[in-house]
């Protein structure tokens, strides 16, 4: 195992931007995901890390001023996001996806920030947070910015986060009639890394059924999280029913290239992903 790289800890956020812009740190909070860099399983192991589970201003979870967005701090953990009433009100394809996330161990130290920076394509939350249009707020000592989702996975294990910057929270835009789903598949139902991960998101107006603004985004096919224009497109204005449910599987099994690796071949995460899609769509109507 290599050697545990040394730690220094932040109390307030004006002194981790201030540590985080003098010196190359790396970040942690949870450390469910990078513990497994610092035994070199993956990646190279971070030379020097900083400690920041101490920001509390970090772990709310409200609306934001105005109430136009859920906004879910950085070390907001799996289980508060699991059990937060906003959450699951707002979000709950989130709280649902948390809930599949490791065991009750992991859920109580992993966080919500922590997935979304380490940017494994197999991060459960991250379809999630695509489909539901979010946005990251990162700061740094010069102040904060804001980063769609869309934009922020920039390659594999890569963001658009600079190395001075601390992600903040995630606010999601919350949008009247809308509904997000999730979708996970694994080895097993419980503490499984993913094979594929769905989240679909659309719209509908009062007694309308036709479904708009519809998102499909995916995790686990490709080196990034994805949304898929084309599925998206065949939905978008249409009142789904059985047969549409069918033709857009199809169309997903169509429009993605999925990896192959240890966890899952390319041929079974496109047989898998067509399925599930389908039965999300069955499901909703």
């Given at each position: 195992?290599?050697?545990?790289?040394?730690?220094?800890?932040?109390?307030?956020?004006?002194?981790?931007?201030?540590?985080?812009?003098?010196?190359?740190?790396?970040?942690?909070?949870?450390?469910?995901?990078?513990?497994?860099?610092?035994?070199?399983?993956?990646?190279?192991?971070?030379?020097?890390?900083?400690?920041?589970?101490?920001?509390?201003?970090?772990?709310?979870?409200?609306?934001?001023?105005?109430?136009?967005?859920?906004?879910?701090?950085?070390?907001?953990?799996?289980?508060?996001?699991?059990?937060?009433?906003?959450?699951?009100?707002?979000?709950?394809a989130l709280a649902e996806a948390a809930a599949t996330i490791g065991a009750a161990q992991i859920q109580n130290r992993g966080t919500?920030?922590?997935?979304?920076?380490?940017?494994?394509?197999?991060?459960?939350?991250?379809?999630?947070?695509?489909?539901?249009?979010?946005?990251?707020?990162?700061?740094?000592?010069?102040?904060?910015?804001?980063?769609?989702?869309?934009?922020?996975?920039?390659?594999?294990?890569?963001?658009?986060?600079?190395?001075?910057?601390?992600?903040?929270?995630?606010?999601?835009?919350?949008?009247?009639?809308?509904?997000?789903?999730?979708?996970?598949?694994?080895?097993?139902?419980?503490?499984?890394?993913?094979?594929?991960?769905?989240?679909?998101?659309?719209?509908?107006?009062?007694?309308?059924?036709t479904w708009r603004d519809v998102r499909v985004a995916m995790g686990s096919i490709a080196?990034?999280?994805?949304?898929?224009?084309?599925?998206?497109?065949?939905?978008?204005?249409?009142?789904?029913?059985?047969?549409?449910?069918?033709?857009?599987?199809?169309?997903?099994?169509?429009?993605?290239?999925?990896?192959?690796?240890?966890?899952?071949?390319?041929?079974?995460?496109?047989?898998?992903?067509?399925?599930?899609?389908?039965?999300?769509?069955?499901?909703?109507?």
């Amino acid at each position: 195992m290599p050697v545990e790289p040394p730690v220094v800890s932040a109390r307030t956020l004006p002194e981790a931007y201030e540590l985080l812009a003098a010196d190359a740190l790396t970040p942690i909070a949870g450390g469910t995901d990078l513990m497994v860099r610092i035994t070199g399983e993956i990646g190279e192991p971070p030379e020097r890390l900083l400690d920041i589970g101490h920001l509390d201003a970090l772990r709310g979870i409200g609306l934001t001023p105005g109430g136009h967005a859920l906004s879910i701090g950085a070390l907001a953990t799996w289980t508060r996001i699991r059990h937060d009433p906003l959450a699951r009100l707002h979000l709950g394809a989130l709280a649902e996806a948390a809930a599949t996330i490791g065991a009750a161990q992991i859920q109580n130290r992993g966080t919500l920030g922590g997935n979304v920076v380490n940017a494994s394509p197999a991060g459960d939350s991250l379809p999630v947070l695509l489909a539901a249009d979010s946005v990251f707020v990162l700061g740094s000592r010069p102040g904060e910015r804001r980063v769609a989702a869309v934009d922020f996975w920039t390659g594999y294990r890569q963001t658009a986060r600079r190395a001075d910057e601390l992600l903040l929270r995630a606010e999601v835009p919350l949008v009247d009639g809308r509904r997000v789903c999730f979708r996970k598949v694994g080895t097993r139902r419980a503490q499984a890394i993913s094979k594929v991960v769905l989240a679909v998101a659309w719209r509908t107006a009062g007694d309308d059924p036709t479904w708009r603004d519809v998102r499909v985004a995916m995790g686990s096919i490709a080196a990034v999280p994805v949304r898929i224009p084309s599925v998206e497109t065949l939905l978008e204005g249409s009142v789904p029913d059985g047969g549409l449910a069918s033709r857009a599987g199809d169309a997903l099994r169509e429009a993605i290239a999925p990896i192959d690796d240890v966890r899952s071949t390319a041929d079974h995460r496109r047989l898998v992903s067509g399925r599930i899609l389908r039965r999300l769509i069955e499901d909703a109507v």
